[in-house]
């Protein structure tokens, strides 16, 4: 058995198909994957995602600490409640880890990977000799993540009920990556998927409750299994698939969460980025690929890429699915960057595939052409 | 919980054979493999006319989350398949045991249907 969150029962009570994921019991998916994944794009639904680590940095040097920490910089966060997507980088400027950081009204508070959170700790505490900043993990709180063209009226409604209608006016004219704080719960719009919606940070103990509420108001429940199609169609990456150690961010589709300016501020990964970025056109990309045909595009399968001087070299698709959505196959893939066409090698059969911007569906449309 | 139909015979590998007046065989995905498989997208048909040794894989069956081979529980010529699940693949999660029928054999070796397992054995290595 593994850990288990604070909504543990209420899944088992919801018919949640449970798998270990990253040393936790979590719904992979309830009654049909298509369906919840339907849901999100059509109405609403709710994820349990308190697997996730929430560190709080506080300390007189917070701020010039995740300066130097991370590659996006957190000196771009004016308003307490503002947030930023970033990668923590090592020295060779490959990526530990994603996450997401919130300025709060004092210090910052981090959402990392579950997967990864023993060595993101570890990096981390390796990384203050000189700073006061102190770390604080934060394992009482549960998070919900509550998505989908209904999700943000539900969700305000039963903040109306439980803190009051100035609070629900507040999240509902928050904008896209900015949060507040309401006593002990923090909600934020930001989400995994594509949709509006909110990622509710709130203790443990009030998080069953309010599960009940959500699905009482008809959002339903969302396993991980359509939580990867989601994130899969909106074109974002999954750590430990769509990079990782090995992998420069300018290989991950990342380029635009590296702050180069300004070129004083020296961040872990900085040197190497800055070398790799003299030579951008020899590094490998991470693109989106379409194939309207059947079949469907699965993680590790090879492309084969017909360059421009004519001659091929191989690809590697890292997340693929049949898009729920647009009803067929789409990945990302690592291919070399001059690549003109592509073809899957699916079982042996070379299937022409179309290379389009990572980014297949938002707010329930197609995004491609 | 899975359904397991006292009436047919099942393959290791979660194809099910249902016998026939005729002596053809019908053959299906069981309840337990579409359940593992959850939502099935795309199914890649057996020709008719194909024939077919028993445990040759002989059709794949794609759902969003994995791609996995139908093996041929018995010997013989495909003399049908089940064109709809074309266009509605769920059928095979829906109906597993009837419309998600898969295809027709004649077979050419009916004593092969006795190492096939029956329905107790089948859902007991199921468990």
């Given at each position: 058995m593994g850990q288990q969150t604070a909504l543990y029962a209420k899944h088992l009570e919801a018919g949640a198909k449970i798998v270990d994921f990253g040393g936790w019991d979590m719904p992979?998916?309830?009654?049909s994957l298509i369906e919840e994944h339907t849901a999100v794009r059509e109405q609403a639904g709710v994820f349990d995602v308190s697997h996730m680590t929430i560190v709080d940095i506080d300390g007189a040097d917070a701020e010039s600490w995740l300066r130097y920490l991370l590659a996006n910089d957190v000196a771009r966060l004016k308003d307490t409640g503002h947030a930023l997507y970033t990668g923590m980088l090592n020295e060779n400027g490959g990526v530990i880890d994603d996450l997401i950081v919130y300025r709060m009204a004092s210090g910052f508070r981090l959402v990392v990977n579950c997967a990864t959170r023993e060595k993101d700790l570890a990096w981390m505490q390796s990384q203050l000799a000189g700073f006061t900043v102190t770390l604080t993990e934060r394992p009482e709180l549960a998070i919900l993540a509550v998505q989908g063209p209904h999700a943000i009226d539900t969700v305000c409604r039963i903040i109306g009920q439980r803190f009051s209608s100035d609070d629900s006016a507040t999240v509902s004219g928050l904008k896209n990556f900015y949060g507040v704080k309401l006593d002990d719960w923090f909600v934020a719009r930001t989400g995994y998927t594509g949709e509006h919606g909110v990622e509710i940070m709130l203790p443990n103990s009030e998080a069953p409750a309010i599960w009940d509420q959500l699905l009482a108001a008809g959002v339903k429940p969302i396993g991980l299994g359509a939580r990867d199609t989601l994130r899969l169609e909106a074109g974002m990456n999954l750590y430990g698939h769509d990079?990782?150690?090995?992998?420069s961010p300018l290989s991950a589709n990342m380029g635009w969460t590296i702050a180069w300016e300004p070129a004083d501020r020296d961040f872990i990964g900085r040197r190497a980025l800055e070398t790799q970025r003299q030579h951008r056109d020899t590094l490998p990309v991470l693109t989106g690929l379409v194939m309207e045909t059947r079949g469907v595009l699965r993680e590790g399968l090879r492309v084969e890429c017909t360059l421009s001087d004519g001659t091929t070299q191989d690809g590697v698709i890292t997340s693929g699915t049949f898009s729920p959505t647009l009803k067929h196959a789409i990945a990302l893939a690592r291919i070399p960057a001059d690549s003109q066409q592509c073809a899957v090698d699916i079982r042996g059969k070379l299937v022409p595939v179309r290379q389009v911007k990572p980014g297949f569906v938002r707010h329930g449309k197609k995004v491609f052409s | 919980m899975s359904e397991f139909p006292d009436d047919l015979k099942y393959a290791a590998t979660h194809e099910w054979v249902r016998v026939e007046e005729d002596g053809s065989v019908t053959i299906g995905i069981s309840d337990h493999a579409q359940e593992l498989l959850g939502d099935i997208v795309f199914i890649e048909l057996p020709e008719e006319g194909a024939v077919v040794s028993a445990k040759d894989e002989m059709s794949v069956v794609e759902s969003v989350k994995a791609a996995s081979d139908i093996y041929a529980p018995i010997s013989g010529e495909v003399i049908a398949v089940n064109e709809d699940l074309t266009d509605a693949p769920e059928t095979m999660n829906s109906s597993p045991y009837s419309d998600g029928w898969l295809c027709r054999i004649l077979p050419s070796?009916?004593?092969?249907?006795?190492e096939l397992l029956d329905a107790d054995t089948y859902a007991g290595m199921c468990e």
């Open positions: 992979i998916q309830y009654q990079m990782d150690e090995r992998i | 070796n009916p004593s092969e249907l006795e």
